[in-house]
C-alpha cells in the first residue's frame, strides 16, 4: 500500500500541439491555441474564441488510424494515450496486468449533434451509428481496443476534475496490487452542446482568457487529451529508460456548495490540496511551483486564491494557469495538466500565466509572467476543480 508509483510515459495533444515536444515549443516561445471557431458551424462564431487542436476529423483520424466517421473525442484520446504507451517503452508490456482508466465529459456528442440536424428535418433521416456511442464509456472502450488492453478498463466523468480523478485512480489499482501499469487521464472533444452550456453559465470571455488577473470576464473552451503511464515499483525496475517521476499525493475531496460555482472560501480547493499534502507526507513549503486549474472565471480564481492564500500563507511558490496557453479542456484537463506537471519536474520547468496584468486585489501574490527552465522543482502541485465542488489534487515528486 506504500509502494512508490511511477510515471513512465506521458503523451499530450491540445491546441498547442500534437505531441509532448511541440507543447514544450510552444510553452518556450509563448505561443497560445485560441482563435475563433472553425469546426462547427454556430452563431458564437466569430464571438467567442476556443482552443481547437489546429487538426480537422480527416487528418486526426489518419493520425489516429481509426475511422473519420467514430468521434473526435476517440481520436483525441487515442493519439495522446498511444503516444504515452510508446514513450513508456515498457517490454513484454502483453505479461503484464495493464489498465486503462480514461476520463471525458462530452462523449461521442460531437457525433450525435451531426444525426439530429437530419433526424429533427425528417425523423426518416439521420444514421443511427451516429448515437450509438453518445456515452462516455464507449469512448474508453474504443481506445482500450486499439491499444490492446483487455485487463481492466473504466471511465470516469466528474467535470473538470474527471482525468485527474482517473490517474489517482489507477495509482491507486497500483498500491493495492491490482494491476502493474495503468494508463490513465482524459479527453474531450468540443462540441455546440458544451459551448452552448457554458455560455447559459455566463462565463465565457469573449476576449482570450486571463487567469487570476484582477480585470478576467470568463474561460475560453478547449479539446485536447492527456495521458500518464504509471507503472509499478516492480515494473520500473525492468524499464530501460529514465523514469520521469512519482506520484506521490493526491486527494479528492466536496463541499457540496453549489452545482456549479466554487465556494467562495475555497473549502473544497482547500481540502484538496491539504489531503494530497498529507497523503505524499509533505509540508507546504516542500512544494516547488503549482499549476493551478485558474480558469479565469471571477468565481473559479477566487475561490482558488482563497484556498492557496489560506493554505500557504506566507510562503508562496510559484504558480501559472497553462489554461492560458490551452483554453479550458474540461474532462481532458486535469490529465493535460498532469503531463505539464510531470514535464515540470522531470526538466525543472515552470510555465507562464499568459496575458497576466493586474493584481487580484484580494490576494497577496500573483502568478508567474515568465518561462523559466532548470529551476530545482521537487514537488509539483496540479489543481483540477470540477463542477459540484468536485475537487482534485495531484503531487508529482522527483525520483
Known amino acids: 500500500m506504500s509502494s512508490p508509483v511511477y510515471v513512465a510515459g506521458v503523451g499530450v495533444i491540445t491546441a498547442i500541439g500534437n505531441n509532448v515536444a511541440e507543447h514544450l515549443a510552444a510553452f518556450q516561445n509563448y505561443e497560445a491555441g485560441m482563435g475563433d471557431i472553425t469546426l462547427f458551424n454556430t452563431r458564437h462564431k466569430g464571438i467567442l474564441p476556443v482552443a481547437e487542436v489546429k487538426l480537422d476529423n480527416e487528418t486526426l483520424a489518419a493520425m489516429a488510424g481509426i475511422s473519420p466517421k467514430l468521434s473526435r473525442t476517440k481520436m483525441l484520446g487515442l493519439i495522446a494515450a498511444r503516444e504515452a504507451l510508446n514513450d513508456a517503452a515498457i517490454p513484454d508490456l502483453s505479461q503484464l496486468r495493464t489498465g486503462f482508466v480514461s476520463a471525458n465529459t462530452v462523449g461521442g456528442m460531437d457525433k450525435s449533434e451531426d444525426f ?9 433521416k439521420g444514421k443511427l451509428r451516429n448515437v450509438f456511442d453518445h456515452e462516455c464509456g464507449s469512448i474508453t472502450e474504443i481506445v482500450a481496443d486499439e491499444l490492446g488492453i483487455t485487463d481492466y478498463l473504466t471511465t470516469i466523468s466528474t467535470a473538470c476534475s474527471s482525468s485527474a480523478n482517473a490517474i489517482f485512480y489507477g495509482a491507486r489499482l497500483i498500491r493495492n496490487d491490482i494491476l502493474d501499469v495503468v494508463i490513465a487521464g482524459g479527453c474531450d472533444a468540443l462540441a455546440k452542446f458544451t459551448l452552448n452550456g457554458f455560455n447559459t453559465l455566463m462565463i465565457l470571455d469573449k476576449e482570450y482568457c486571463r487567469p487570476f488577473d484582477d480585470t478576467r470576464e470568463g474561460l475560453n ?18 524499464l530501460n529508460k529514465p523514469l520521469y517521476c512519482t506520484l506521490s499525493g493526491y486527494n479528492n475531496s466536496n463541499d457540496a456548495y453549489h452545482q456549479t460555482a466554487s465556494s ?3 473549502t473544497g480547493s482547500y481540502m484538496a490540496m491539504q489531503g494530497a499534502l498529507n497523503k505524499a507526507g509533505l509540508q ?9 486549474h485558474g480558469t479565469g472565471t471571477p468565481n473559479n480564481d477566487s475561490a482558488e486564491g ?7 500563507e506566507p510562503n508562496y ?3 501559472s494557469s ?8 474540461l474532462g481532458a484537463s486535469g490529465g493535460v495538466e498532469a503531463v505539464f506537471s510531470v514535464l515540470s519536474v522531470k526538466h525543472g520547468l515552470i510555465y507562464p500565466n499568459l496575458r497576466f496584468k493586474t493584481q487580484m486585489q484580494e490576494l497577496p501574490f500573483k502568478p508567474e509572467t515568465e518561462y523559466l527552465k ?9 489543481n483540477s476543480f470540477g463542477f459540484g465542488g468536485n475537487c482534485t489534487s495531484l503531487i508529482f515528486s522527483a525520483v
Open 284 to 292: 507546504t513549503t516542500d512544494i516547488s511551483y503549482i499549476n493551478l
Open 374 to 382: 532548470y529551476q530545482p522543482l521537487k514537488n509539483v502541485l496540479s
Open 306 to 312: 482563497t484556498a492557496i492564500k489560506r493554505l500557504f
Open 221 to 238: 473552451l478547449g479539446e485536447g487529451a492527456g495521458y500518464v503511464v504509471m507503472v509499478s515499483d516492480k515494473v520500473a525496475k525492468t
Open 116 to 124: 439530429f440536424v437530419d433526424f429533427l428535418a425528417d425523423n426518416n
Open 264 to 266: 467562495p472560501d475555497g
Open 322 to 329: 497553462t489554461k492560458s496557453f490551452t483554453g479550458h479542456t
Open 317 to 319: 511558490p510559484p504558480m
